[in-house]
């Protein structure tokens, strides 16, 4: 990797810290636009040094923005005007930092399983043509508890979120991760060069650890869940976790709609978008009263009637 000189910026707004080429003047944070920023020392740019792993882009500027466009359009309860008046001028390609967590697991599971049997009891039945009352038995089912348990393996590589900016909700919307070896590995000082961004983790390689475990531990729970009728306990075993830092590519939309910025993010190599859009108001209001208005014609209608 050839060296090149970077520096690295925070945000006061929402907290992220990103790193850029030297040449780079940001004069607002690419994440929610806000201009309070300032730039750290150097040394903070620790990321070029630990070589994260990069997995390239494969969705260009041009089919970024086309793609954006569409999605801003397809939304039936988006202002119609949205996608012809929203500037979408304000865009970045951003690293974003993620721990890719593996780990192999054993669960050791109690439960149990249920067979149907059934049992003679006696009842009574009145006779409705001699009103007479008689007894007679009948087989009747009832269920018969058997204590079972086992053990299952899994393997795990859970993507873990460490941006400071980005919220989980936002980083997951944009799953899958091609991060195999086909993914297209950059040169990460290239990119930089190339007027790319890449933000520094907020989350530590042992926050992001105990993250991966509490998630797996709920897929595991799930799927001893499938294995038996009635699942009891599920302990699950961890072995040794390696964790990997990830940068994964996003594109980051800041745009306008009517004085207000949205964000919108883009999977850099799948174009999968995730961000809120503005609802309008006018199409909402239609939503509820052309309903109320049917039904309060069917019932005066219905009165008139009588
Ligand atoms: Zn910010």
Known sequence: MPDIAVKTIKCSSCGASLTGISSWKPTVCDYCGSAVIVELPPETASALADRPRCVGFRIDAAQAVERLKAWLKSSFWAPGDLASTARTDEQAEIYVPAWEVKVDVETAWQGARSETRYRRVSKTRTDPQTGRTERYE???PYKEWYPASGTRHGSYAEMINASGALTQQETSALMPWDTGAEAGEEDLAAALGRGRRMEEPSVSEAEATTRAREIIEGKERAECGKLIERLDSASTKFGEF????????????????????QRAVMNGQTGELHGERPVSGLKVALAIAIPIVIIAGIVIVSMLMK
């Open 138 to 140: 009948e087989d009747e």
């Open 242 to 261: 390696v964790a990997r830092r990830a940068i994964l590519p996003v594109w980051v939309f800041r745009y306008q709609y009517k004085g207000k910025v």
